[in-house]
């Protein structure tokens, strides 16, 4: 069963057309997790966070209000569309708390920690670092997803960046895939943070020798190819990787990007998956924060779910305790 799809679409619709984003956040929030980084403002390569990491806990906290509607609610749901067209529903729809906030955000300034530790020189765009349409995109939603492509093409190119550091394999695909498809000119390089790591010479100053089962995100795997550079990172900082049967090009789906539609069925999918990949070790490693989402949160207790930049911060940017 499913939640009333039209009015829902409809919504992220609105909310991509009148505010940018299908599930618009403020500029604080959107930016806060680089408070204290001093990061340069802009330049020819920046880190581009595409608002995913900073999201989840907003498609969450929508998630499991949706999922006590599933198969019911269709009046309701039109009237909350109504009122969305006039005022944001979305801190109503999609209330979360500071402490889910800080924790994916934590996941982002990892990844600083890991550029800088491998010599990387980027900036940041703050407030124009726009959220790209991933899922408006994922949920068909084309016609609006196209205008507001070519709005945050425009933004990109007037800010003066030129190589783009990507954070997550849905807004990596969206820019270096989908972009070019249908924004005429885009020519910006686009890479995930993990493939910039893996062509430099990191060195491990704190090997974990832990072992973990690796799950692999459906599309760095099946669009984008990113398949051996987790893998790699992972090996070099003492990490022993266990392959479940279904991995690689071959992995199964976390059950995202359903839970916004479907959450039941969402839910049953990332189950079956825990399931599969804890019969290997009870130590789960994704490198998504939509596969890192879904996969917590059916996680049964002695199992594990964490970011693969969780391990490698630890192998390669230890922290100082002050003697």
């Known amino acids: 069963m499913s939640v009333p799809i039209g009015s829902t679409l409809g919504i992220l619709g609105d909310n991509l057309r009148k505010r940018g984003s299908a599930l618009p956040l403020s500029r604080r929030v959107a930016t806060a997790w680089a408070k204290g980084l001093d990061l340069p403002r802009g330049g020819e390569t920046v880190l581009y966070t595409g608002q995913m990491w900073q999201m989840v806990p907003a498609i969450n906290a929508m998630s499991r209000q949706l999922g006590k509607y599933e198969g019911r609610g269709t009046r309701l749901f ?12 979305t801190p109503f729809l999609a209330r979360t708390t500071p402490s889910e906030r800080t924790a994916y955000n934590e996941r982002l300034r ?10 990387v020189e980027f900036g940041y765009l703050y407030e124009k670092d726009l959220y790209p349409g991933t899922l408006a995109y994922d949920e068909g939603l084309t016609q609006g997803f196209v205008a507001h492509a070519r709005r945050v093409a425009r933004t990109l190119r007037e800010s003066g960046a030129k190589r783009l550091i990507t954070v997550d394999p849905h807004t990596t695909n969206i820019l270096r895939s989908v972009y070019p498809k249908v924004v005429d000119g885009f020519d910006l390089s686009v890479r995930s943070y993990l493939e910039v790591l893996a062509d430099r010479t990191l060195t491990a100053t704190e090997p974990l020798h832990e072992s ?27 990490v ?48 998504c ?8 949160r059916v ?11 969780d391990y490698l911060v630890r192998a390669y940017c230890p922290v100082v305790t002050p003697a």
């Open 212 to 238: 973990v089962t690796m799950h692999d995100s459906c599309v760095y795997a099946r669009y984008e190819g990113v398949v051996e550079q987790p893998r790699l990172l992972l090996a070099r900082g003492g």
């Open 110 to 119: 990892n990844i600083v920690r890991l550029l800088r530790a491998a010599g």
């Open 78 to 89: 039109g009237f909350a569309r109504s009122m969305n067209k006039v005022v944001n529903l």
């Open 299 to 309: 996680a049964p207790t002695g199992v594990e779910v964490r970011d693969i930049s």
């Open 240 to 287: 022993d990787i266990v392959e479940p049967e279904l991995s690689g090009s071959m992995t199964f789906c976390c059950g995202g990007p359903l839970e916004t539609l479907f959450p039941g069925k969402s839910t049953e999918i990332a189950r079956k998956r825990v399931e599969q990949l804890s019969a290997c070790r009870p130590n789960l490693v994704t490198a």
């Open 289 to 296: 924060p939509l596969c890192l989402a879904n996969l917590q």
